[in-house]
């Protein structure tokens, strides 16, 4: 059983461009959330998404950043006209039911030049 | 004062001792207890998860909860090298929707 997926696990961007992250969830699973982990920080919450909803956006910077999880494919963590402040691993996580236990991936590392 | 508390250490234990690791958190409406050992550039991988007032044991871990302190904390016991690693205390409160809110994590490590 494949665990969590994302990627790509690198991503080089330079100030301006645009990032697009992507993460596959766990076989059964249908609960997905992002975190993001700043350089020697501890892990933040951004947002928690189900199929075609986005159930809590509450961590999410109010500009620039967008997630989505389609019916069909993987979530999606956009992040436009990027800035060195966005440097950090993306890391996602997925869970079978609410409150239930949480998977993470391997993690985007964004880089932004 | 912070929603996850946790000592950045590092803690250092020899091979063989029993390493703990400590958490207290703020919002006594939290319900779900979690800890993750993260290896350096790797990502969090669950070692424990506890609903319950009491203790869990899973091999060589055992996850303690006293909700009336507000206190979670991770016993490891027969401590190995490679153990070595940040662990991270999460919570997830009923308020707070399925979000879990981490430590900033204890640095452990096992001296040969």
């Known amino acids: 059983n494949a665990g969590v997926m994302q990627n790509p696990r690198h991503l080089v961007r330079r100030r301006g461009q645009e990032a697009r992250l992507r993460c596959s969830p766990m076989?059964?699973?249908?609960?997905v959330y992002w975190y993001r982990q700043l350089p020697e920080e501890g892990l933040k919450f951004m947002v928690y998404?189900?199929?075609?909803?986005?159930?809590?956006e509450s961590g999410m910077p109010k500009e620039r950043f967008s997630a989505e999880f389609p019916k069909e494919g993987p979530s999606i963590l956009r992040i436009q006209q990027v800035v060195r402040g966005d440097s950090a691993a993306y890391f996602c996580?997925?869970?079978?039911?609410?409150?239930?236990?949480?998977?993470f991936g391997p993690g985007t590392r964004l880089t932004v030049l | 004062q912070k929603e996850v508390e946790q000592n950045s250490g590092p803690l250092s234990v020899p091979e063989g001792a029993i390493a703990s690791l400590n958490c207290t958190y703020s919002?006594?409406?939290?319900?779900?207890f979690f800890w993750y050992r993260q290896y350096s550039g790797k990502s969090p991988e669950l070692i424990m998860s506890?609903?319950?007032?009491g203790d869990k044991e899973d091999g060589r871990f055992t996850a303690q909860l006293n909700k009336a302190s507000q206190y979670v904390s991770l016993l490891i016991r027969d401590s190995q090298p490679s153990d070595s690693a940040t662990y991270l205390c999460?919570?997830?409160?009923?308020?707070?929707?399925?979000?879990?809110?981490f430590g900033t994590g204890t640095q452990l490590k096992v001296e040969l």
């Open positions: 996580a997925s869970s079978p039911l609410p409150r239930a236990e949480q998977f």
């Open positions: 919002d006594r409406g939290s319900q779900s």
């Open positions: 506890i609903y319950s007032n």
């Open positions: 076989k059964g699973h249908s609960h």
């Open positions: 998404l189900q199929k075609e909803n986005i159930i809590d």
């Open positions: 999460a919570v997830s409160s009923a308020g707070g929707g399925n979000k879990l809110t």
